[in-house]
């Protein structure tokens, strides 16, 4: 198992070697990725890499879970202080987190839209696209978003301080040759050059609370909309 990534022999481990996704229940905030150019662009880099010799070392998302995390909720199978709700016993079950969140909604911070600039396609423990605030309006929405999580809501995150908004498309399984990374890096480079030319504008709708119990599916709980 030496050659496979954190997502299947890690602490955040969601996937077996084959690609099946494990049970990982949790809660999240987060916002779907809205059909449309950019969601079918998604789908269109997925097919680019899913047709390589190396496709085999890759967990595709389904595009009905295409999403931007706002903030990272509880992960049932991982318990540390230090990514965790305040006050909350490290055995609390997660039922009882999900409705610690679900009856504070209303602390936070409410947009019925969020707008992301996508600038690049980048292999980082997976496929995925980065992407930042198009406008100040978003990134001070965003920005007192994730502070009321912190403050309010009380809920540590070990990623809070580096954490970069990202829409993930796969899972790297398994370490990739120094060819296969060439091989990729010619795909996302060209990938990439459609990005600049198209300077993709996604306008997300509100924030969700959700639940999930792998990496395939997120079920809406709540809406914090106005």
């Not at 300077?199 to 909309?225: P, Q, R, W």
Request: aromatic share 14%.
């Amino acid at each position: 198992m030496s050659n496979y990534l954190d997502c299947v022999v890690g602490e955040f481990k969601k996937f077996l070697p084959n690609g099946d996704p494990l049970s990982f229940p949790g809660n999240t905030f987060l916002c779907h990725l809205p059909k449309g150019e950019f969601w079918r662009f998604a789908r269109y880099v997925q097919t680019q890499t899913d047709i390589t010799s190396f496709a085999h070392k890759f967990a595709l998302l389904p595009p009905s879970s295409f999403h931007m995390t706002v903030y990272e909720g509880i992960c049932d199978q991982v318990r540390r202080q230090d990514n965790w709700v305040e006050g909350l016993p490290l055995d609390a079950p997660l039922y009882q987190i999900t409705e610690y969140f679900s009856s504070r909604l209303s602390k936070l911070p409410k947009a019925n839209s969020i707008r992301m600039k996508v600038v690049k396609c980048t292999l980082k423990g997976g496929l995925m696209f980065h992407v930042v605030p198009f406008d100040e309006e978003t990134k001070t929405y965003l920005k007192n978003f994730r502070n009321c999580m912190q403050n309010e809501m009380k809920m540590k995150n070990i990623n809070a301080d580096e954490y970069e908004f990202h829409i993930s498309l796969a899972y790297n399984l398994i370490t990739l040759t120094s060819k296969e990374k060439e091989e990729l890096q010619v795909i996302l480079d060209r990938i990439n050059k459609m990005i600049q030319e198209r300077d993709f504008m996604i306008e997300f709708g509100v924030v969700e609370f959700c639940y999930f119990n792998d990496m395939f599916h997120f079920a809406t709980l709540s809406k914090i909309g106005i």
